[in-house]
């Protein structure tokens, strides 16, 4: 059994965390006395087709890009921050560096990112290069899919699944302007132009962000694109495309000068159709492309990669309580890198499952996976879940399933800083979690997860060349969430809080992040927010944990102009983001934004 703590560092419990906590629970039970009853979300992730948020049994966030913007959370890692279970960071440096997503205990590389329905990340296509500077400005819905759901999303889904959708027109056609500046020397701008019209949608954004961050010699820049269009050529049937590009350069300071480029783009077309009374499929094919460089003082390390999918997905209502649901895919992958490797991976597969619903109050699903990779043969996966809406305001939900992950070509043929094994193995996994969501009164959610995952024949890539552990390494922990509000929505809140037993990596014991608004006015918005994060080490040596303030607002001067500011790391608390061999990764201190935000 791995253990979280380095042998011979004994963790302390700082007195900050514990205020922290006591304030977690003293708001908690003064929150308990009013949950909204909001309309029940659509969430697409859990099953690959939209349902009712209330009909998944899997533990599924869905986050809305406008309401976090409206808040001064620009960035797609902050956003997930706002997720229980998920701690997104970067090890390697301020704005624009390479990130990191620890879902439910696991690292980086255990969690899928899906973009437009197409697989981003896998063995082959590392998920920090996207993460590295991802804006929330062209996307339209962001679900965080948590625990292992290899039997619908297949491998490397062993954390989770982080899904994302480009923005979608709707309404009459405008033109949409933002610009922000601020410390740093930190510009950024996105224009955008959307709307539907007689059975077509459209949206098309463009955008740029630098910033020269508040350390040293860590300038950052990147331009980015975003397109979606779509038309109904039938009441049965819609076709459409998106297309997202992103052009990044980032340097750091990491035992010498370095700059990273990242230019990638995706592509898609995709068509939903109702085939036959009660039968709908979607129909996806896409292509990403993606090329990064890193350039330092030992020389040039690139890599290369190119991949076409093919999928769909299909459910069949067969009668009131049941319905099938069915889906296979294809992928093929290109990979080079500059030390030589060259190799191409053909995957594919395919998924059955069964949802039941005898009533409005309780519904169970079942799905089992095949799929059959070029380089390591066949794997089966499933999950299995149920959730009961026990009262009409306390929903009981659980789910187990099994999952896998194969070795990286990193970890196969080797890096510019070390060796690879091209004899490792896939890892496997067992997971389960249970879940409680409880209403109180009218305005009011508190929610609460159990979740427990082994995984066994762990890959252990550094120091290389990488080895398969023997026996099973766990992750478990609890995942809290409270939001609600008062006095008709003038007062709204949010809290996220994780508490992890074990973890890869030794990450955190516990994060949380909170939020408080005040709207006194219907054009005026204040904000406070509040993010905590453990001592830790991830994997390096130890950090000391830190607690960090930031304010925002934002005020509608007129019906087309709003103004907006925030102020993060309000007392400019000094923290570590990493510390691996004595180089260190200092976080960025004091900093103000204002900007404006214009349509016509």
Aim: charged share 20%; hydrophobic share 35%.
């Amino acid at each position: 059994m791995q253990h979280k703590t380095p042998s011979g560092i004994t963790r302390t419990r700082t007195t900050r965390r514990r205020l922290l906590l006591a304030a977690t629970l003293t708001f908690a039970s003064h929150a308990a006395g009013e949950v909204e009853s909001e309309l029940d979300p659509l969430v697409v992730s859990a099953l690959r087709t939209p349902l009712p948020a209330s009909e998944t049994t899997s533990a599924v966030t869905r986050l809305d890009p406008l309401e976090l913007e409206s808040r001064g959370i620009l960035d797609l890692r902050d956003a997930l921050n706002e997720v229980p279970g998920v701690i997104a960071t970067s090890t390697a440096g301020q704005t624009g560096a390479i990130g990191s997503v620890f879902v439910r205990g696991t690292t980086t590389a255990y969690s899928q990112l899906v973009v437009d329905g197409i697989r981003l990340s896998d063995a082959t296509a590392p998920l920090g290069n996207f993460f590295a500077g991802a804006r929330l400005d062209d996307l339209g819905a962001i679900e965080v899919l948590r625990g292992p759901q290899a039997a619908i999303h297949g491998g490397e889904s062993v954390g989770g699944v982080i899904w994302l959708q480009t923005a979608r027109g709707e309404g009459d056609p405008r033109t949409r302007l933002r610009l922000e500046g601020g410390s740093f020397d930190t510009f950024d701008t996105h224009l955008s132009h959307s709307g539907a019209k007689d059975g077509v949608s459209w949206f098309a954004g463009v955008g740029y962000g630098g910033t020269h961050n508040d350390a040293a010699d860590q300038d950052y820049d990147q331009s980015r694109a975003a397109l979606r269009l779509e038309w109904e050529a039938t009441d049965n049937l819609t076709l459409g495309m998106t297309f997202r590009s992103v052009d990044s350069r980032f340097d750091y300071p990491f035992f010498g000068a370095n700059t990273d480029r990242i230019d990638a783009t995706l592509a898609t077309v995709f068509a939903d159709a109702r085939i036959a009374p009660g039968w709908n499929a979607r129909f996806t094919a896409g292509h990403y492309a993606e090329s990064y460089d890193n350039d330092s003082i030992w020389g040039n390390y690139g890599t290369d990669l190119e991949r076409t999918v093919v999928n769909t997905d299909h459910v069949i209502e067969v009668n009131g309580c049941h319905k099938l649901l069915a889906g296979a895919y294809f992928e093929h992958t290109d990979f080079r890198n500059t030390i030589g490797t060259d190799a191409a991976r053909d995957r594919f597969g395919g998924y059955l499952g069964w949802q039941w619903q005898p009533s409005d109050r309780f519904v169970a699903d079942a799905v089992v996976r095949w799929e059959d990779d070029q380089s390591y043969g066949d794997e089966f996966t499933w999950r299995t879940g149920a959730a009961w809406n026990a009262t009409g305001t306390t929903r009981i939900r659980g789910g187990i399933g099994r999952a896998f992950r194969t070795p990286t070509y990193l970890d196969l043929f080797g890096t510019a800083f070390g060796a690879g094994n091209p004899n490792l193995g896939a890892e496997t996994s067992i997971g389960w979690d249970l879940g409680i969501e409880q209403r109180i009164g009218e305005h009011h959610t508190v929610s609460v997860t159990w979740f427990e995952n082994s995984i066994e024949d762990r890959i252990r890539s550094f120091p290389t060349p990488p080895v398969n552990l023997p026996g099973e390494t766990p992750t478990r922990g609890l995942e809290t969430a409270l939001q609600g509000e008062w006095c008709d929505g003038q007062w709204r809140y949010r809290l996220a809080w994780t508490f992890l037993d074990e973890s890869l990596q030794d990450q955190p014991d516990h994060t949380a992040t909170a939020s408080l608004d005040w709207r006194p006015v219907e054009k005026l918005l204040l904000g406070i927010g509040a993010s905590y994060v453990d001592e830790r080490s991830w994997g390096g040596r130890p950090l000391d944990d830190y607690l960090l303030l930031r304010l925002y607002g934002s005020y509608q001067l007129t019906e087309r102009v709003r103004l907006h500011g925030r102020i993060e790391n309000l007392a400019d608390t000094g923290y570590q983001l990493s510390n691996f061999g004595g180089s260190v990764v200092e976080g960025p201190g004091l900093g103000a934004f204002a900007g404006v935000t214009l349509e016509f």
